[in-house]
C-alpha cells in the first residue's frame, strides 16, 4: 500500500535566505538519494511567506520529515505537537479523488507532469463546513479530479498537492453524477477562504522549493 503524507513548517523569522538557499541544494540531493534507493515515491516542498509545507508517499509509511531534511532543522520553528516540540508539524488529510494501492498502477502515465503546491486559508467559522463537504465527497467517491491530488489541514491552513497534466479519477472508479458536489455548491464556497490572503484566490500556488520523485513503473 502507498502512503501520502503532508506537513507544515516555519521558517524562523532570523532565517538567512543565502544560506537557506544552500542548505536547500543539499536537501534535493538528499531527496534524490531517497527516491533512487525506494525510501520515497515522490517528495516536494513548497514556501509561502515563512511557511513551508512537504508532501511526500512512499510504499509503507514514508520516513519521518526530520530524517528526511535533517539539514533543514536548524532553519525551523518547533511545534508543540502532543508528541513534543517537532519542526513539522503533521496535517491532517481532508480530500483525494484516489485511494493508491498498486506502485505500478499508481505510477502509470506520470512521467513529465509537474508537482504543484497550494495553499489556502479558511475563515474559522467556515472550518468544519469545508471538512464536512469534503469528507461527504471522499465518502462518496464519485465526484472526479487528478489522481494525485490530497489536500491537508492543519489550523486552518489548507495545503494542496496535485500534478499536471491532470490524470482525472474519482474514488469508486465508476461514471455517475455526484450529488455531493452539487450540495457543496450551493454553500457559497469562495466565502468559506480568505480570499483577500491569497490574491482573491480560494487556492494560491506556492513556490515549490525543491521535488523528486519516481515517474512511471520502469522507475520502480
Known amino acids: 500500500m502507498i502512503e501520502r503524507r503532508e506537513y507544515r513548517g516555519s521558517l524562523k523569522e532570523d532565517c538567512r535566505e543565502k544560506e537557506l538557499k544552500t542548505v536547500l541544494n543539499q536537501a534535493e540531493e538528499r531527496a534524490e538519494g531517497l527516491v533512487q534507493t525506494g525510501s520515497l515515491l515522490s517528495v516536494s516542498l513548497y514556501r509561502f511567506r515563512k511557511m513551508c509545507f512537504l508532501y511526500c508517499e512512499a510504499e509503507g ?5 526530520e530524517s528526511i531534511f535533517p539539514m533543514l532543522i536548524p532553519f525551523l520553528e518547533l511545534w ?20 493508491p494501492k498498486e506502485p505500478e498502477s499508481w505510477m502509470g502515465g506520470r512521467k513529465g507532469k509537474e508537482r504543484i503546491g497550494r495553499i489556502a486559508f479558511l475563515k474559522e467559522e467556515k472550518l468544519t463546513s469545508y471538512v ?4 461527504a465527497l471522499v465518502e462518496e467517491g464519485l465526484f472526479c479530479g487528478d489522481q494525485y491530488q490530497f489536500i491537508s489541514l492543519h489550523e486552518n491552513v489548507l495545503f494542496s498537492y496535485y ?13 455517475e453524477p455526484s450529488a455531493v458536489i452539487e450540495q457543496w455548491k450551493k454553500q457559497n464556497p469562495k466565502g468559506h477562504f480568505y480570499r483577500e490572503k491569497t490574491g482573491g484566490e480560494n487556492f494560491y500556488v506556492m513556490k515549490r522549493l525543491l521535488s523528486a520523485g519516481k515517474e512511471g513503473p520502469d522507475d520502480l
Not at 61 to 65: C, F, R, V
Not at 132 to 135: D, G, I, M, N, V
Not at 163 to 175: L, Q, V, W
Open 61 to 65: 509509511d514514508p520516513p519521518q520529515p
Open 80 to 99: 508543540p505537537e502532543e508528541a513534543g516540540k517537532l519542526c513539522w508539524a503533521p496535517m491532517y488529510p481532508v480530500y483525494y479523488h484516489c485511494i
Open 132 to 135: 464536512y463537504w469534503h469528507k
Open 163 to 175: 500534478e499536471e497534466p491532470k490524470t482525472m479519477a474519482n474514488i469508486r472508479g465508476i461514471k
